[in-house]
């Protein structure tokens, strides 16, 4: 997999917004992350439950064609309609599956490497706009390099805005500014909130571990079948049968 690390202004400079009212402002509910859900409920999934690596790049094929459908970007980050047509390049087969490609590997990461990998690039747009211009575009499209040829490597030259980037991701406003924010401090995300904490695995000699096995023990005997009447005047006692 080839990631794209090199930003560079587009031909038409600027990402403006619209004021027409018939061009869609935000995707409807669930669509931005639908994917990339599917994939992440994969990793949790048993063996023969999980989709294979064909039925994953179909996923993600809908999942850019969806947002290159559109006459102008979805605008992701709130505010006004907008006017790009950023992903416009995406309705184009050979360079949609290159990109879905990329995003199946991406979706197979882990949420830090992700951000990591998002993180860097919001550093790296910040060098080649260095006035702080809002409206410039700074990102390129990624895409899996063994997909692309000479033809198709072209168009994906021209740099885009930030919502299509983001649409291209699934990654929404809230985890979008939140990567941000890291950025502006670090250049490494931030860990996991238990990723240190030495209490999120509890030795099994540990005392409350012990106690709590022997409670579930107990309460297992109390939740077995009890002897059958046949059995109590053999025995002469009540017994337990143990599965």
Known sequence: MRT??????????NEQPCD???????????????????????????????????????????????????EVC????GGSHRKCKCLHVLRDV???????????????????????????WVRYSRLANPTKNKKMKTFLIPYHADEVNNEALEPLQHAICTS????????????????????????????????SNN???IPHDNPV??????????????AEVIATRFVRELSGEVTLRFI
């Not at 859900?37 to 969806?66: G, V």
């Not at 949609?96 to 998002?118: D, G, L, P």
Request: charged residues 20%; aromatic residues 8%; contains cysteine.
């Open 20 to 70: 027409t009212s018939s061009n869609p402002v935000n995707p409807p509910p669930g669509l931005l992350r639908s994917a990339y859900q599917k994939i992440n409920m994969q990793k949790r999934a048993k063996k023969e439950m999980k989709l294979n690596q064909s039925e994953k790049l179909d996923l993600f094929l809908k999942h850019l064609d969806t947002f290159a459908t559109p």
């Open 74 to 77: 979805y605008n992701l980050q």
């Open 4 to 13: 794209i690390f090199v930003y560079e202004n587009s031909s038409d400079g």
């Open 199 to 201: 209490n999120a695995k």
């Open 164 to 195: 299509a980037i983001m649409a291209i991701c699934g990654i929404g406003d809230g985890r979008w500014s939140a990567i941000i924010g890291q950025s502006m401090k670090s250049a490494t995300t931030k860990p996991h909130g238990n990723a």
């Open 94 to 120: 050979t360079i949609r599956t290159a990109v879905a490609k990329w995003c199946v590997q991406f979706s197979e990461m882990k949420e830090t490497e992700q951000n990591q990998i998002i993180l860097d």
């Open 209 to 222: 571990v012990r106690n709590l096995t022997d409670h579930f023990a107990k309460v297992e005997t109390m």
